[in-house]
């Protein structure tokens, strides 16, 4: 369900590259949407680059109206890097795509189909969830955790 071929990737590269957003553009948003708002100092860190380099990153980000630049109210000499609506709405654009895809997939498969995809897919988040308890704090396995944090959102 989640694999993307190279051509669903080449697709979406050239969506993303017609509206100027490139893969450091798209390393920076991910990074804000998983993290919330990050220092400077912080996004530079996570993109391996040069607090210069995060600098000019963020200049040319702000200028296309993706993210924005605020004072911490806590110390002003931190520069907090927040995304505006125009940069969540990347990634809502991405899944409503994806989600439109998926039920052109779907309207192609039979109603005995689509039962036994839904009886799968109920026994992979049964098995996603054993895995999460397995991984719980204080358990034995809880790298197992982190493989699975992806949300589970399977309709019963």
Avoid: C
């Amino acid at each position: 369900m989640t694999a993307w071929s190279p051509r669903d990737r080449e697709g979406a590269f050239r969506t993303w590259h017609q509206n100027a957003l490139s893969l450091v553009h798209l390393n920076v948003l991910t990074a804000l949407e998983a993290e919330g708002p990050l220092p400077m100092k912080r996004l530079a860190d996570v993109m391996d680059v040069s607090d210069a380099g995060a600098t000019g990153i963020v200049d040319r980000m702000e200028k296309r109206g993706l993210i924005e630049r605020h004072h911490s109210a806590g110390d002003r000499r931190v520069v907090l890097v927040y995304p505006t609506d125009a940069g969540a709405k990347v990634f809502s654009d991405m899944a409503g795509h994806r989600r439109e895809m998926l039920s052109r997939v779907f309207a192609e498969l039979t109603e005995e189909e689509m039962a036994a995809l839904l009886v799968g897919m109920r026994a992979i988040h049964v098995a996603r969830e054993r895995l999460r308890a397995a991984a719980a704090p204080g358990s034995q396995d809880e790298a197992t955790a982190d493989a699975t944090a992806e949300p589970t959102d399977v309709r019963r």
